[in-house]
């Protein structure tokens, strides 16, 4: 009889829908999770003892060391304080030196153009002078953006609405960097999977639309052999550098040469990946879990054509949660402006049904 003694056990850093849908998709696995959050009845709290608690909490990290073999994050603005207390005891994926690149605009495009990863022109801005001599230099399509706890078009300013006066009020003076806008033919992202024994396995590109600076939807394959291999290399050359465990994702810009402009990365399973649950043979999330607690994975797999809907702000009243056409997923949050509450996977063997279905949706419920 198996014990939770013999169990492999994970805690994870952030309750969020990521912990939720880690937990739902790798329950083959038998695994026992425990979430630390510091908000009442978080989306994971259904599925796993959840600790409310603050992330840098000591009694809540050494419960963790007491009862976990590895602790992971479901999103990146935990103190890295708190990883680097973990690490000296237990092991954490991604690790604090991981995470804190990618909680830093300026840290993540330094590491980007030391790998030799385009990225789009940006200068460093510390106060409103920085910000008037950088609109000079790159003029006024450019954006705002705070060096840290900025996602979901959080804390960006676009600098052709206003006077850097105005946007540097704007922005809360904190360290920002300006950077240039990109004038994309769409945006992409690459999802891939690294492994204990330093094999990385890679879902294909997926392409992203956003609104207002949140993602909207995500459709995948986008089919095109060349630009996954370079969206690879970038891929690797980044969790070479970073000795990195688990899934990474790094978005990029497709500009209209043709080029893979990188915009940020997370280190950790992404919004753009979550067409994989019904789209792939493993999804992101039981891949991270597998990758982590050294499961074999043997191969990445993908089946038809899949899309991705984000459910912000309101839960559309007619929703079907039985549906046919789509899987709905409701993680179970309060409405509020721009808040992401679900969202709806859609597969198909062809992309015109695909994009047909995707319409349909569309018109119905947004
Ligand atoms: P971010 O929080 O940096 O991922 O930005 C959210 C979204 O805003 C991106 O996915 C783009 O759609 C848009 N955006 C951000 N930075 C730029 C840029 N430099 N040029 C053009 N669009 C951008």
Redesign the pocket.
């Given at each position: 009889m198996e014990t939770l003694e013999n169990k492999m056990r994970i805690g994870i850093l952030g309750g969020g829908q990521l912990a939720m849908m880690m937990i739902q998709m790798s329950a083959k696995h038998n695994i026992n999770f425990i979430v630390v959050d510091p908000n009442d009845n978080p989306p994971a709290s259904k599925y796993a003892e959840c600790i409310k608690s603050d992330y840098n909490n000591k009694d809540s990290l050494d419960y963790l060391i007491d009862n976990c073999d590895v602790v992971t994050i479901d999103f990146e603005n935990v103190p890295s304080e708190a990883l680097k207390y973990l690490e000296n005891k237990i092991s954490v994926y991604p690790g604090s030196y991981a995470v804190e690149i990618c909680q830093d605009?300026l840290k993540e495009k330094d590491i980007f153009n030391k790998n030799n990863i385009p990225t789009?022109e940006y200068h460093i801005v510390n106060s409103e002078e920085d910000l008037s001599l950088a609109i000079d230099n790159l003029g006024t399509d450019?954006?705002l953006?705070s060096r840290k706890l900025?996602?979901?078009?959080?804390n960006?300013i676009l600098i052709n609405k206003h006077s850097s006066k105005e946007a540097w009020s704007l922005s809360g003076k904190v360290e920002a960097i300006l950077?240039?806008?990109?004038?994309?033919k769409t945006?992409v992202s690459i999802i891939g999977v690294c492994t204990k024994s330093s094999k990385t396995f890679f879902y294909p590109l997926v392409e992203?639309f956003?609104k207002d600076?949140?993602?909207n939807l995500s459709i995948a394959p986008y089919e095109n052999s060349e630009l996954q291999k370079l969206a690879e290399s970038y891929h690797n050359k980044i969790t070479k550098e970073l000795n990195y465990t688990g899934v990474l994702v790094i978005?990029f810009?497709l500009d209209k040469l043709g080029n893979l402009i990188a915009?940020?990365m997370a280190p950790r399973v992404h919004n753009s990946g979550h067409w994989t649950n019904e789209g792939a043979n493993i999804s992101q999330f039981e891949a991270h879990v597998m990758a982590i607690a050294d499961i074999n994975i043997k191969n990445i797999s993908i089946h038809g054509n899949s899309a991705m809907l984000n459910i912000i702000s309101a839960m559309p009243e007619d929703i079907n949660e039985n549906s046919n056409s789509y899987k709905l997923y409701d993680y179970g949050k309060s409405e509020r402006l721009n808040r992401k509450l679900g969202h709806i996977t859609v597969n198909n063997n062809n992309k015109k049904d695909l994009i047909e279905n995707i319409n349909r949706i569309s018109k119905s419920f947004f």
């Open positions: 605009r789009t450019s954006i953006k900025g996602y979901d078009g959080k960006q950077e240039k806008k990109v004038d994309f945006e992203n956003h600076g949140i993602l978005e810009f915009n940020e």
